[in-house]
């Protein structure tokens, strides 16, 4: 059975730093892209940031650039999201997501490119 188990989330005051973990079992996911999307009350699931299956590539939404780093151990099958200068408007829950492409040049960032999801973990920043 696939899984991809995230972990880290929680309260935390604004300025604060999170750092996010994305474990997969049941598959290696070391040649595939991974992703973190978020979802806040009310709103649609967005991407906040994406990874080559190599590391060599990243994407990042543009109100997280710099203040987010997405990363991977691949000996771990784990990809991480270090979140830095958290603001209230980054509350949501944030989900796991792997693509299936193998070894591919092309980084996917819409959620209908990603087959396998977490349950999602809770980020809440309070001001």
């Known amino acids: 059975q696939v899984q991809l188990v995230e972990s880290g989330g929680g309260l935390v005051q604004a300025g604060d730093s999170l750092r996010l973990s994305c474990a997969a079992s049941g598959r290696s996911f070391t040649n595939n892209p991974m992703a973190w999307f978020r979802q806040a009350p009310g709103k649609e699931r967005e991407v906040v940031a994406a990874?080559?299956?190599?590391?060599?590539?990243?994407y990042y939404q543009g109100s997280v650039k710099d203040r987010f780093t997405i990363s991977r151990d691949n000996a771990k099958n784990t990809v991480y999201l270090q979140m830095n200068s958290l603001k209230p408007e980054d509350t949501a829950v944030y989900y796991c997501a792997s693509n299936t492409s193998f070894r591919s040049s092309y980084l996917p960032i819409h959620r209908s490119e990603y087959t396998y999801w977490g349950q999602g973990t809770q980020v809440t920043v309070s001001s």
């Open positions: 990874v080559s299956w190599s590391g060599g590539s990243t």
